[in-house]
């Protein structure tokens, strides 16, 4: 390494801003696939191998590195996602710059800077003389922003043959690490009804509208802040002029739930809505798009692993649960997973997104303890 501190915030900084400064939205696969290529050429030369998968339905390619050592047993898998949400051309909006302890830019937060720190983290585990007791394996995909649904598989594959798995996502509320997040469901609602003339034949009609609103009533009804399930309807569409009982009618709706109890409960009552008019169909389809992921046994000694090891380097390392899904729902279910390992900040997905520097030494040299004392 150039610097005499490896963890050392300044190289460590220009190496985000050149991610950062890549812009990649999901719906831009050409513009993901760039990225890809700089993470990827970052390897070479590093005791690991770099395998490419390429993309598919509109999304980009995704990387896995895997260290050289450690293959015969499960080891470490780390989970980052390359893509971002916001638009092309919006670094323009937002440009990378620093004000402080705050840098601004699109992702930077959310999460570039974390899944540099786990980049970063693995070189200079491979610049030691000594190896590691388990393998690392680092998946970076290209779709986490719309729901993982070409990575999902991966994901899964990935996470049940390792013995523990790191998320890169941004850290909470100044600094928290996530050990739980609720699971996200995603369904769609049509509502069929039977045109008319608002005006002369009205009682012709059936508008599917209306129905709509009674369907509305009843997901706003499943709210439970208590039990911490939302139900959030967030898109609606329907009619085609104001003179016309309403044909037809469409809703997006959005499910949280901390459980899967709750999940199971939840997704059958949505999927069970029925009509309350006659002459009007109402057909709901979707699912539980990532598992509630809850701390179990196996997640809460990895946790109080980490914390000691923060302790060490000097900070005190809080776990949080948080209602935001990740990659790292699908794995909790079956191996022990830490998320929230990125960056500290604030503001991810907006146009305010920062990080801050002052998280960039203790962030990394966790992970870099993580890597090493695992086992």
């Known amino acids: 390494m150039t610097t005499s501190n490896p963890f050392d915030s300044g190289p460590i900084l220009?190496?985000?801003?050149?991610?950062?400064?890549?812009?990649?939205?999901?719906?831009?696969?050409?513009?993901?696939?760039?990225?890809?290529?700089?993470v990827a050429e970052g390897y070479r030369g590093l005791p690991a191998t770099v395998e490419r998968i390429a993309g598919h339905s509109g999304c980009g390619d995704h990387l896995i590195a895997r260290s050289s050592w450690g293959l015969d047993t499960p080891g470490i898998l780390v989970l980052s996602h390359l893509d971002t949400v916001h638009p092309l051309g919006f670094i323009e909006r937002l440009p990378?710059?620093?004000?402080?302890?705050?840098?601004?830019?699109?992702?930077?937060?959310?999460?570039?800077?974390?899944?540099?720190?786990?980049?970063?983290?693995?070189?200079?585990?491979?610049?030691?003389?000594?190896?590691?007791?388990?393998?690392?394996?680092?998946?970076?995909?290209?779709?986490?922003?719309?729901?993982?649904?070409?990575?999902?598989?991966?994901?899964?594959?990935?996470?049940?043959?390792?013995k523990y798995v790191l998320v890169t996502e941004p850290a909470r509320d100044g600094g928290k690490i996530v050990t739980g997040r609720k699971g996200v469901g995603r369904f769609e609602v049509f509502i069929k009804g039977v045109p008319s003339h608002a005006g002369t034949r009205p009682e012709d009609g059936r508008s599917a509208i209306r129905e709509l609103g009674h369907v509305i009533g009843a997901l706003e009804a499943m709210n439970d802040l208590k039990r911490g399930i939302t139900v959030n309807v967030g898109v609606v569409r329907g009619g085609t002029r104001p003179n016309v009982i309403a044909e037809e009618a469409y809703a997006e709706v959005d499910l949280r739930v901390p459980t899967l109890a709750d999940a199971d409960e939840l997704a059958a009552k949505i999927l069970g809505l029925k009509s309350r008019t006659e002459g009007v169909s109402v057909r709901v389809v979707g699912e539980l798009n990532r598992p509630p992921y809850e701390k179990s046994n196996s997640g809460a000694a990895l946790y109080e692993h980490a914390k000691t090891?923060?302790?060490?380097?000097?900070?005190?390392?809080?776990?949080?649960?948080?209602?935001?899904?990740?990659?790292?729902?699908?794995?909790?279910?079956?191996?022990?997973?830490?998320?929230?390992?990125?960056?500290?900040?604030?503001?991810?997905?907006?146009?305010?997104?920062?990080?801050?520097?002052?998280?960039?030494e203790p962030r990394a040299r966790l992970l870099y303890r993580l890597y090493q004392t695992l086992r």
């Open 309 to 360: 090891i923060a302790a060490e380097i000097g900070f005190e390392l809080i776990d949080t649960f948080t209602g935001g899904g990740s990659d790292g729902n699908f794995t909790a279910p079956h191996t022990a997973t830490l998320d929230g390992l990125g960056v500290d900040g604030q503001g991810a997905h907006t146009h305010y997104e920062q990080m801050y520097v002052s998280s960039i």
């Open 14 to 38: 220009d190496g985000i801003r050149r991610w950062v400064e890549i812009e990649t939205p999901t719906e831009s696969p050409e513009q993901v696939n760039k990225l890809a290529d700089l």
């Open 96 to 162: 990378f710059r620093i004000d402080g302890d705050s840098v601004f830019g699109p992702g930077i937060y959310d999460m570039k800077g974390g899944a540099y720190l786990a980049y970063h983290a693995f070189r200079q585990v491979c610049a030691d003389g000594a190896r590691p007791p388990l393998g690392i394996t680092q998946l970076y995909v290209s779709d986490e922003e719309i729901g993982s649904p070409t990575s999902r598989a991966l994901i899964e594959s990935e996470g049940r043959k390792a």
